[in-house]
């Protein structure tokens, strides 16, 4: 099964919304650093169902209640993933302009 990343997502809410631990998600995509980024496709591995059957339901499963603390902390690490991400993104649209500029060069 491929999820394509909306803008937003970070890995920790597609992992609970397929059932599947980040890492899995992490080592499923070879992700260096655990970083994603809006159009990419990520593999979500197979869990439960047995060997090549997806999980039923593709919505996040409940876990246990944060402890103290716990909620502030995922929200924070969202935060971060999105201020990654637009980085990335900013980062990628430099890299396309000074392509532009360098083809401009050259001509």
């Known amino acids: 099964m491929f999820y394509t990343v909306q ?5 920790y809410g597609i992992a609970s919304r397929y059932g599947v631990s980040v890492d899995a998600l992490i080592q499923a995509n070879n992700l ?5 980024y809006v159009g990419q496709q990520l593999r979500i591995p197979v869990t ?8 039923p339901f593709p ?6 209640a944060p402890g103290p603390g716990g909620r502030r ?3 924070r690490v969202d935060r ?3 201020q990654v991400n ?3 993104n900013e980062v990628d649209r430099l890299r396309q302009r000074i392509r532009r ?3 401009q060069q050259g001509q």
């Open 7 to 11: 803008p937003g997502d970070t890995l």
């Open 32 to 36: 260096s650093g655990g970083y994603i």
């Open 48 to 55: 439960g169902g047995g060997a090549g059957y997806p999980l």
């Open 59 to 64: 919505f996040p499963i409940p876990g246990p």
């Open 73 to 75: 902390l995922e929200e």
């Open 80 to 82: 971060l993933e999105r």
């Open 86 to 88: 637009s980085l990335e």
């Open 101 to 103: 500029l360098e083809q």
